[in-house]
């Protein structure tokens, strides 16, 4: 008689499939989203497209954003504040052209930005004037400071919202950082070849001298005199005296600068509109708004973030530091 223990063959193991469903899950999340990418970039319009009324229309204008010759597209896109220079001298050149036109309402929100992108976009608007014949309209909201408030000088009529600041008339080359002695603790030594002692100047790794200085402020000066020239063309009452003393970078809530004459009332939106469809046109004119629609690609970053969940998108990051580039190193027209 055999006494061997009888050998049982263990049950099959269950395999675990939760890593594959997880996996399946993911590849079909980030399908979907490239098949909703290309369906955007298929079917959606461009920053290029004008569709405007058949009917007549004063062209509301968002001049949002840091005023800058380089457009924040791609990663720079941000929902709260967009600003893309072609597509504001764009927008200008076709109402410049749309017979159905009837003028132009700027809505600002903006800070400023550079001294180039400003002037360009104050250009455009006055030749829109003198070739039409149109009134431009100006409506500040939150902000319209510095070169927004350059901007708005081309405006017939400058209306601010109850809580809006404005002024920050003046030029500021930013802030000059200088991490020569923070080189020097680390260890670091830094060289600069240049072909002239101020070529490099601004430079981190080295102070900046009197000369410098006073190179810096004359450039200063000058596109300062221009901004002046710019609000005394734009606000006849004001007298270059009066002006002068206010004129010095601070910002003025909207009463205050109703009462400096650096704008004309103070109302809502709303009420603005009806106002100027009212007494303007008889209240046969509607209104249609000009903002910038980010392109196919901001969509995708946008669509990217959400899927991973990113608590502080990359887009956010860079957009921040989009609007602190301007401060450091270029003449602007900015309130800080």
Avoid: W
Avoid at 14 to 29: K, Q, S, Y
Avoid at 201 to 221: C, D, H, L, R, V
């Amino acid at each position: 008689m055999n006494n061997a223990t009888p050998y049982y063959a263990p049950p099959p193991r269950r395999r675990n499939i939760l890593p594959f469903v997880i996996l399946g899950v993911v590849c079909a999340i980030i399908f979907i989203a490239i098949l909703i990418g290309i369906v955007v970039f298929i079917f959606s319009g461009t920053e290029d497209s004008f569709n405007t009324p058949n009917d007549d229309y004063v062209g509301v204008l968002h001049i949002e954003g840091t005023i800058s010759s380089q457009s924040t597209t791609g990663l720079l896109y941000t929902e709260d504040a967009v600003y893309n220079q072609n597509y504001i001298l764009s927008s200008i050149y076709e109402m410049k052209n749309d017979p159905n036109n009837c003028g132009i309402l700027l809505y600002f929100n903006t800070p400023g930005g550079e001294l180039y992108a400003t002037n360009e976009v104050y250009e455009e608007l006055l030749l829109y004037k003198e070739e039409t014949g149109r009134p431009i309209y100006a409506y500040f909201a939150e902000y319209a400071c510095s070169g927004g408030y350059y901007l708005a000088m081309t405006a017939d009529d400058i209306v601010a919202n109850p809580m809006s600041t404005t002024g920050s008339i003046g030029v500021t080359y930013g802030a000059h950082i200088n991490i020569a002695g923070l080189c020097e603790k680390l260890g670091v030594g830094v060289e600069e070849i240049t072909s002239g002692a101020n070529k490099a100047m601004g430079s981190y790794f080295s102070p900046m001298t009197n000369e410098q200085k006073a190179i810096y402020q004359s450039q200063i000066a000058e596109y300062y005199e221009v901004f002046l020239q710019v609000v005394l063309q734009g606000r006849p009452s004001l007298m270059r005296e009066d002006l002068l003393p206010i004129a010095d970078g601070r910002t003025f809530t909207a009463r205050q600068a109703l009462e400096a004459g650096l704008i004309d009332d103070i109302m809502r939106l709303d009420e603005y509109k009806a106002y100027i469809a009212t007494y303007d046109f008889e209240d046969d004119v509607s209104f249609y708004d000009f903002f910038y629609v980010p392109a196919q690609s901001d969509l995708l970053a946008t669509l990217a973030s959400a899927i991973t969940k990113e608590n502080t998108p990359a887009s956010e990051l860079m957009a921040t530091l989009s609007v602190l580039k301007p401060l450091s190193g270029a003449l602007v027209y900015y309130a800080k």
